[in-house]
């Protein structure tokens, strides 16, 4: 459905995480911005870009920033309305989506164990929201089989359901935290 307009739900949605990415609050995602992310997240690791983790992490951050530039015209500033178009388009891009979601599942699993702990989320939407957010609860909801972890398909899963869903029943709508 190219073209259509983002609905009141996913502009609900996407402002929050717009909001929180907005490190400096200008109304514009910029490079600048996805680096004060990257090294929010860095820190709240206790490392920083110099280790394997964090150049790891810092690579798959800023190669989200230059994607998500490139589809919204490459100007260097990412508008809240030019994010909104880009959702448009990613029911009809899954291998995009799914590919971003692989490459943050990366960076989000921590030791490497194939699972991302509810630590390591909690860590994850520290980051991204700036503020710790009670996400047990989130968590639980996240992990459908309820086995302690999310496994990579689960992930995936929920993030293709944050970035190209429409349902705000989807688990994966809440994959930064309620709305």
Same mark, same amino acid.
């Given at each position: 459905?190219?073209?259509?307009?983002?609905?009141?739900?996913?502009? &609900?949605?996407?402002?929050?995480? @717009?909001?929180?990415?907005? *490190?400096?609050?200008?109304?514009?995602? *910029?490079?600048?911005?996805? &680096?004060?992310?990257?090294?929010?997240?860095?820190?709240? &690791?206790?490392?920083?870009?110099?280790?394997?983790?964090?150049?790891?992490?810092?690579?798959?951050?800023?190669?989200?920033?230059?994607?998500?530039?490139?589809?919204?015209?490459?100007?260097?500033?990412?508008?809240?309305?030019?994010?909104?178009?880009?959702?448009?388009?990613?029911?009809?891009?899954?291998?995009?989506?799914?590919? *971003?979601?692989?490459?943050?599942?990366?960076?989000?699993?921590?030791?490497?164990?194939?699972?991302?702990?509810?630590?390591?989320?909690?860590?994850?939407?520290?980051?991204?929201?700036?503020?710790?957010?009670?996400?047990?609860?989130? @968590?639980?909801?996240?992990?459908?089989?309820?086995?302690?972890?999310?496994?990579?398909?689960?992930?995936? &899963?929920?993030?293709?359901? @944050?970035?190209?869903?429409?349902?705000?029943?989807?688990?994966?709508?809440?994959?930064?935290?309620?709305?």
């Amino acid at each position: 459905m190219l073209g259509a307009m983002a609905s009141d739900f996913q502009r &609900r949605k996407i402002s929050g995480v @717009f909001g929180a990415m907005d *490190t400096d609050g200008d109304g514009f995602l *910029t490079e600048t911005d996805f &680096r004060a992310l990257t090294a929010r997240w860095l820190d709240l &690791r206790g490392t920083d870009a110099s280790t394997p983790a964090g150049q790891k992490l810092a690579a798959v951050m800023m190669g989200w920033w230059g994607a998500l530039d490139e589809a919204a015209g490459g100007t260097g500033q990412v508008s809240l309305d030019q994010v909104l178009q880009v959702v448009d388009a990613l029911p009809a891009m899954p291998g995009a989506v799914t590919g *971003t979601a692989e490459a943050m599942f990366e960076a989000v699993d921590e030791n490497g164990d194939g699972v991302i702990s509810a630590a390591e989320y909690e860590r994850l939407i520290a980051a991204w929201n700036g503020v710790g957010t009670p996400s047990g609860d989130v @968590f639980a909801l996240l992990d459908s089989d309820g086995d302690g972890g999310l496994s990579r398909e689960e992930f995936t &899963r929920h993030w293709f359901e @944050f970035w190209a869903g429409d349902d705000p029943a989807a688990p994966g709508s809440r994959v930064f935290g309620r709305v």
